[in-house]
Antibody, heavy 122, light 111 residues
């Protein structure tokens, strides 16, 4: 069974750094892109970007380029999303998801993590 | 605002059929496959439709997807109270240096 298990909820202050994780199991982790999706309170889903764990190739959405960093450690089957200096506007639920489809044009997220709630408040 | 346009809300009675639309352009829906997701409060989104019309294992055939030109639709027949959720379309957009996009979401109420 494919599973993506995310790290727990975080409460941080503005300016602090943060790294959340997404551990995959039940499939060849290195061979599938992993994506990150943001959902701000009361808002819709936003595509942040994807990373290919085998070589750490990353494609960021223009809206998130420079705002976050995606990384992966294929040896422990884990993808990461990190911030160097959080803002209150980063408060959101963050989901990781496995990227299905043989090409980008066939993109879909076929398995999702349970989400990590990040709250940034002074 | 989202690159893909969905109606913000829709409502229908149990047993009825609802069609949720997703409008885009030639740089996204017009030249790429579409996926649909169901998002219930407090849970992770779930893939309902991929590659425009295919259903993952376990998704009932009450859910179906299609596309025409730069618009896609998700049809839900025989509505059930458990179908009350937010629904999102998604696709790849080549105008964004290659990136995925979601629609703004449609909140479906089953009266």
């Amino acid at each position: 069974e494919v599973q993506l298990v995310q790290s727990g909820a975080e409460n941080k202050k503005p300016g602090e750094s943060l790294k959340i994780s997404c551990k995959g199991s039940g499939y060849g982790f290195s061979a599938y892109w992993i994506g990150w999706v943001r959902q701000m309170p009361g808002k819709g889903l936003e595509w942040m970007g994807v990373i290919y764990p085998d070589d750490s190739d990353v494609r960021y959405s223009p809206s998130f380029q420079g705002q976050v960093t995606m990384s992966a450690d294929k040896s422990i089957r884990t993808a990461y999303l990190q911030w160097s200096s959080l803002k209150a506007s980063d408060t959101a639920m963050y989901y990781c998801a496995r990227f299905g489809g043989a090409t980008f044009g066939h993109y879909h997220f076929d398995n999702w993590g349970q989400g990590t709630l990040v709250t940034v408040s002074s | 605002h989202s690159v893909l346009t969905q109606p913000p809300s829709m409502s229908a009675a149990p047993g009825e059929t609802v069609t949720i639309s997703c409008s885009g352009s030639s740089s996204n829906i017009g030249n790429n496959d579409v996926s649909w997701y169901q998002h219930l409060p407090g849970t992770a989104p779930k893939l309902l439709i991929y590659e425009t019309y295919k259903r993952p294992f376990g998704i009932p055939d009450r859910f179906s997807g299609s596309k025409s030109g730069t618009s896609a639709t998700l049809d839900i027949t025989g509505l059930q109270t458990g179908d009350e959720a937010d629904y999102y379309c998604g696709t790849w957009d080549t105008s964004l240096n290659g990136g995925g996009v979601f629609g703004g979401g449609t909140k479906l109420t089953v009266l």
